[in-house]
């Protein structure tokens, strides 16, 4: 499943029972998918405005459209029961890949590891394919864009990986991999200002000086966000728009 980018869906199942209403499917796929501990029924019905009997019977739909593992068992199965008085089974995906919680993997393992992480991080980038969560059903998607704004954190989280991957790129004179990350964190994030400096810091390290300027007049200089200018430019700002000032000169000790 991707969400890192236009939400798709790649099953091995029957898909002649989703076809009349795939982007509901889609979306009901996906809070399972961002719910690996489990979901019962209720709580389904009352996060996608239906009732429990219809999320029930559309999670029956979903398990043939996903279809079974070469080892036969199904990536949606049966709800799990608890054997406890007052826990509702539970419904969870098994074995369905997901490039959202694969990035967070990554991501995690990638920073855990230092300097030695970067291959890890390098491996997330890979799996972003642009803005985090879109094309979303027409009046749909409410538990995601009423609650914490996963697709907002995430944004943010491919920012930072893209940073960091641009910035040790640079470091070490791969142009190639600097200007692959610098790509994947704009696509992510086309008017972020992180994204866009690093960027801006690519295409002149390339020797495309009149993309660099032209990107940080239209992305960042000329940006205008609550009808003001900028009262002071940020030093990282100033320093690649080449408005950043002079040191200070330094004191001399004298006698």
């Not at 798709?8 to 499917?25: E, F, W």
């Not at 593992?69 to 089974?89: C, E, I, N, W, Y």
């Not at 074995?95 to 959202?100: E, S």
């Not at 704004?149 to 991999?177: E, Q, S």
Request: charged share 25%.
């Amino acid at each position: 499943m991707t969400l890192l980018g236009p939400v798709t869906v790649r099953t091995l199942g029957d898909a002649t029972a989703t076809a009349h209403r795939r982007p509901y499917y889609v979306e009901f796929l996906a809070y399972l998918a961002l719910h690996s501990n489990g979901v019962t029924a209720e709580k389904l019905a009352e996060e996608l405005c239906i009732r429990p009997q219809k999320a029930r019977s559309d999670l029956s739909i979903i398990r043939k459209w996903l279809g079974q593992s070469r080892a036969g068992k199904p990536f949606l199965p049966r709800a799990q029961q608890t054997h406890q008085d007052g826990v509702p089974a539970t419904y969870a995906l098994d074995g369905v890949l997901c490039d959202l919680d694969l990035f967070r993997r990554l991501r995690a393992r990638g920073q855990s590891r230092g300097a030695e992480g970067m291959a890890d991080l390098i491996a997330a980038l890979h799996l972003v394919s642009g803005e985090p969560f879109t094309d979303l059903r027409k009046d749909g998607w409410g538990w995601l864009l009423e609650g914490d704004r996963l697709d907002h954190i995430m944004t943010a989280a491919v920012v930072d990986v893209g940073h960091i991957v641009t910035t040790h790129a640079l470091a070490v004179g791969d142009l190639d991999l600097a200007d692959f990350a610098s790509n994947v964190a704009l696509a992510a994030s086309p008017y972020d200002e992180v994204a866009t400096l690093d960027r801006v810091a690519v295409d002149r390290a390339m020797g495309n000086v009149d993309d660099a300027d032209a990107r940080m007049r239209n992305g960042v200089s000329n940006r205008i966000d609550d009808g003001y200018g900028p009262i002071q430019l940020p030093p990282r700002t100033a320093r690649l728009s080449g408005l950043d000032p002079p040191s200070p000169a330094r004191r001399h000790r004298t006698g």
